[in-house]
C-alpha cells in the first residue's frame, strides 16, 4: 500500500505559480502512474493531471494544458504539480493519487486511490 502526503499549497495572486509535491510512502511507487485532482467547495473532484510509472507521458485536462506540468522523481519518491498562471476559479483542494487501474491517461476518478490529505490552494484576484 502507497501512502501519500501532498504539500506546497498556499495563497497565491492570480497569476503566479506554485509547486505541490507529493511524497509517496511504500516500496511500490515506481510501478504506479500517479494523477492530480482538485475538488472546489461545493464541486466534484476533478481530473488535473496524471504521468506514467517511468514519467515518459504526461496528460491534461484541458483547462490547465501549457499552464501545468506533472513530473516524478522516483529515486525520491516523489510526484510534483508545477501550476503556472494560476486562475481565482482554481482555488481547491488538490490530491494526489495512484493510479491503480485503468488505461494510461485515464481521467476517471474510480481509477485512481490512496488519497493523500491534499493541500490547499487560494488563488485570489
Known amino acids: 500500500q502507497v501512502q501519500l502526503v501532498e504539500s506546497g499549497g498556499g495563497l497565491v495572486q492570480a497569476g503566479g505559480s506554485l509547486r505541490l509535491s507529493c511524497a509517496a510512502s511504500g516500496r511500490t511507487f515506481s510501478s504506479y502512474a500517479m494523477g492530480w485532482f482538485r475538488q472546489a467547495p461545493g464541486k466534484e473532484r476533478e481530473f488535473v493531471a496524471s504521468?506514467?510509472?517511468?514519467?515518459?507521458?504526461?496528460y491534461y485536462a484541458d483547462s490547465v494544458k501549457g499552464r501545468f506540468t506533472i513530473s516524478r522523481d522516483n529515486a525520491k519518491n516523489t510526484v510534483y504539480l508545477q501550476m503556472n498562471s494560476l486562475k481565482p476559479e482554481e482555488t481547491a483542494v488538490y490530491y494526489c493519487?495512484?493510479?491503480?487501474?485503468?488505461?494510461?491517461?485515464?481521467?476517471?476518478?474510480?481509477?485512481?486511490?490512496?488519497w493523500g490529505q491534499g493541500t490547499q490552494v487560494t488563488v485570489s484576484s
Open positions: 504521468i506514467t510509472w517511468r514519467g515518459e507521458s504526461t
Open positions: 493519487a495512484v493510479q491503480a487501474q485503468g488505461y494510461s491517461g485515464s481521467t476517471y476518478l474510480g481509477d485512481f486511490g490512496s
